[in-house]
Structure formats: C-alpha cells, structure tokens
C-alpha cells in the first residue's frame, strides 16, 4: 500500500448504529486529519493531530470521535449520527501542519 | 480569518481550449497555496504548493502562478481527461488550510 488509505469505502448506517473510519498514512508523515465534504461546500476540517496529539476541534458534535494511537493511524467513531451527517469523509496526512496534505480516497457516508 | 474564493464556480471548455482558473484569498502570514484536483468521489489529488508572490510551477498542461491577492491555474489545451474540480487552499499562521469551494471543470470533443 501507498500514500492514504481509508476504510472502508462505503458505509451505510442507521441513526441508533455505532461504526468507525479507519485511515492509515504510509508516507512518514507526523500530521493527519479528518474533513468532511458536502456537496457545494469547501473542505470542513473537523479534526487535527499532529505527534498523535489533537491540536485542533473544529468545534465538531461529540456524536463524532477520533482517535489517534499512532503517527500512521488515524479513527473516526460515529455514533447517533444524523442524516445531515451524510457527507464524503477524507482523511489526509502532511509532515507538519500547514504543510502540503496527501488525501485518502474518502469513506462515503449515508445516514438513513 | 483566512477565506478562499474561486471563480469561475463551473467551466465548460472544448479541446484545446485555453483559459485559467482564479482563486483569490485573503490569509494571515501566507505559508504556502495549494493547488487540487478532484475526481467524482475521490480524494483531491495533489498538484502544486506556491509559496510566494511571482512564483510558477508547471505540469503537463497546468501552470499555477501566484500574486499578493490571487493565484490562477491556466489550462493549456485541454483535454477530456483533465476534467474535474480543481480545488484551490492556503495555508496561513493557523494550523490548517482553508479551502475554496473548487472549480468544476468540463472539457468536451
């Protein structure tokens, strides 16, 4: 595997389901993100680590948990979701914060 | 706070029909303007990192070129395969990029 991987590549939840996005990075890099993308809006960054610590909260509903146990990994727990939570979410890894970011393919999310 | 705005919103040329992209920002302390392409339902692909004003970096048929307030991607004879939407992102003090909402790009026969 190269550059960012994400998992799975679809997923369908119900409101009351728990599930969890998974992201690895294999590029060496020390800085990876969470960002949710909706039609006709720009990129929202929901979340930020940098050395496996979260510098960054975009002000995200807790229903949205990440969870980083390592440079290369990155999680993101979903649980209650709601239906305006249905969105592409991508996963990107730089060296460092403010650095060029290298996106994953995405996990489309639907939330019956 | 930093703000991104691309223009046109949607682009529809022919082949081999010039024209440049704008992306016109406002950031605090620039660090670095990042230039994406985006397939449908794929991850933006990286194409160019400007760092400062009168900088130019070419690929292929993209040139991106960067001033104080804006940094435009010129399209040199495209071709159908260059269809996507190009995303434009700065990068300022703050720990993040701030993106634009992107230019959908269609290039027919």
């Known amino acids: 595997e190269t550059g960012v991987t994400q998992t799975p590549r679809h997923l369908v939840m119900g409101m009351t389901n728990k599930k969890s996005l998974k992201c690895e990075q294999h590029l060496g890099h020390n800085a990876m993100y969470w960002y949710k993308q909706s039609a006709k809006k720009p990129l929202e960054l929901m979340f930020v680590y940098s050395l496996e610590e979260r510098v960054e909260n975009n002000s995200v509903p807790s229903r949205f948990s990440p969870e980083c146990p390592n440079s290369s990994h990155l999680f993101l727990h979903l649980h209650t979701l709601q239906p305006e939570d249905s969105a592409l979410y991508l996963c990107a890894s730089s060296q460092a914060p403010q650095e060029t970011q290298y996106f994953g393919p995405g996990t489309r999310l639907l939330v019956l | 706070e930093d703000q991104v705005t691309q223009s046109p919103e949607a682009l529809r040329l022919q082949e081999g029909e010039s024209s440049s992209l704008n992306c016109s920002y406002t950031v605090s302390g620039l660090r670095g303007l990042f230039w994406y392409r985006q397939d449908p339902g794929k991850g933006p692909e990286f194409l160019f990192t400007?760092?400062?004003a009168g900088e130019e970096k070419e690929k292929e048929r993209l040139k991106a070129t960067l001033t104080k307030k804006e940094s435009f991607l010129h399209i040199t004879a495209p071709k159908p395969e260059d269809s996507a939407t190009y995303l434009c992102a700065v990068a300022g003090t703050a720990s993040k990029l701030t993106f634009g909402t992107g230019t959908r790009l269609q290039v027919t026969l």
């Open positions: 400007l760092y400062s």
